[in-house]
Structures are given as C-alpha cells and as structure tokens.
C-alpha cells in the first residue's frame, strides 16, 4: 500500500526527442513539467496542460498529450477553462456536486 503523503509517480515522455535523447535538455524540461504535473491537483493539472498547448500553438494538443500521457479531450477542457476564467469556491477543486455521490447516497439501507 502506498504512503498518502507520497507523490504519484510522474509520466514518461513519450516525445521522439525524449526517446531518442533521454538526457538532452528538451528532456529534462518535459521530465519538470510531468514531476510539477503529479504534485498537482485535477485543475491546475487541467489548466498547465492547456496553457502550454496554447504556447505552442498548432499541434501543441498533440505534443502536450505525448509528453503528459493527457487525453487531448483533457486538454482542449483545459484551454477552455483558461479562456471562460470561471472562478472556483475557495477551498474546491471540482463544482458542487460534481465527483463521486457519498457512500451513504449509493447503498440503499446504509
């Protein structure tokens, strides 16, 4: 079992640079970007993925997706969050009601 304050391991870059030249400079940039990536929260995963995609401009939806194992859908979702600039509940990670129902809601009798 794992240790809850232990951070999710991150995502290996499966960008051609990275493959072919594991220990270039492109390399290590992505290797950040995917440890920063496994510290954070759904959202603010949600919102670098579509910022750096917008960075690069066209293919950067495909190029995000290689190197952070993202679906593009996740991505787009993302870019789009960063356009509308909807704020959030302080303190909330997803809108009311979104998420899991509680146990108690799920099993009849419980």
Avoid: Y
């Amino acid at each position: 079992m794992s240790n809850p304050n232990e951070l999710p391991a991150s995502h290996p870059c499966q960008c051609s640079t990275c493959q072919q030249h594991p220990d270039s400079p492109t390399a290590e940039v992505h290797r950040a970007i995917n440890r920063f990536l496994a510290a954070s929260d759904e959202r603010s995963r949600r919102l670098l993925a579509g910022s750096l995609a917008q960075q690069h401009g066209r293919g950067g939806i495909a190029l995000v997706a290689r190197i952070t194992g993202f679906s593009p859908h996740t991505i787009r979702r993302g870019q789009r969050e960063l356009q509308q600039a909807i704020p959030t509940a302080r303190g909330r990670i997803r809108r009311p009601g979104a998420g899991r129902k509680p146990v108690e809601k799920k099993v009849p009798g419980s």
